[in-house]
């Protein structure tokens, strides 16, 4: 796991703990399947994370192979501490309950409720603002807009925006980019084997974009294409961009290719 053998060990611990926060979007499995690595290897010292009806998040996702374990583990961070740690950065999440994510979609209330954070780096010179949407949908963010008046000044000016539900069209929305403006860089994360990305996130009107040695003006990065994306803001508050291919990166590719074969296969029968 490379957060655990590259970065983690360079950190000083916060309450025992290197890895002080993580935020758990929703319950869904692709978003917490790695519980059990991050359990044994880097329990973090904070956990952000809903509360649902556990039955109720079964009936609704036929998926949950690892639904029960994080259920349990998330049942153990249940206390606000009483002093916070200097995070470096201001850290704040938004999110919609999720009844009121139900009183949009009941179908799509497990996405609708995702946790929506923005990150902004200050430095000496300049700051960077990151969006990460979670699998919120279309829907949810014009809710969450409306009924969080403190969210659409929050993300206004955002320089990365990390795309909505794998940046499928179900999660593009327009409201959500008035409210932001055009960020420089919109960052999907998505498997080698779907095609489903919005065409409109590499589009001018959506995003400022990087000039590359070349002349042409990249607006969007994918996992698919870049592998690992990290983005990095240094003490004058510009940020980089590195890109790696990891062996994580490697191994997913593979197992992703196996099961669009064996699928392919069963179909055939």
Same mark, same amino acid.
Not at 209 to 232: A, E, N
């Given at each position: 796991m490379y957060l655990v053998e590259k970065e983690l060990p360079s950190i000083v611990p916060w309450n025992g703990r290197s890895l002080t926060k993580l935020i758990v979007t929703h319950p869904h499995d692709d978003h917490i399947g790695d519980v059990e690595t991050v359990k044994e290897k880097c329990p973090p010292a904070l956990l952000l994370h809903q509360k649902y009806d556990w039955e109720d998040v079964k009936t609704a996702e036929a998926d949950y192979d690892n639904l029960d374990t994080y259920r349990d583990w998330q049942n153990i961070y249940n206390t606000t501490p009483t002093v916070w740690p200097d995070w470096g950065m201001t850290i704040e999440s938004f999110m919609l309950t999720p009844d009121e994510a139900k009183a949009i979609n009941e179908a799509e209330y497990i996405n609708n409720s995702s946790i929506v954070t923005v990150a902004t780096f200050k430095g000496t010179q300049f700051q960077e603002k990151f969006v990460f949407g979670g699998d919120m949908e279309t829907a949810g963010w014009d809710a969450l807009l409306k009924l969080r008046p403190r969210f659409k000044e929050a993300v206004k000016g955002a320089d990365f925006y990390i795309t909505s539900h794998h940046g499928h069209e179900s999660g593009f929305s327009e409201a959500l980019f008035a409210a932001m403006g055009k960020p420089i860089m919109n960052i999907v994360s998505i498997h080698n084997n779907d095609d489903h990305i919005d065409p409109r996130y590499c589009q001018e009107a959506y995003a400022l =974009?990087?000039?590359?040695? !070349? =002349?042409? /003006?990249? @607006?969007?990065? $994918? /996992? @698919?294409? !870049? =592998? $690992? +994306? $990290? +983005? =990095?803001v240094n003490d004058d508050g510009k940020y980089w961009i590195e890109t790696q291919r990891l062996l994580d990166n490697k191994v997913e590719q593979v197992a992703n290719d196996l099961s669009w074969i064996f699928e392919a296969m069963k179909s055939r029968r």
């Open positions: =974009g990087r000039r590359l040695p !070349d =002349g042409s /003006t990249r @607006r969007q990065m $994918t /996992t @698919r294409k !870049d =592998g $690992t +994306i $990290t +983005i =990095g």
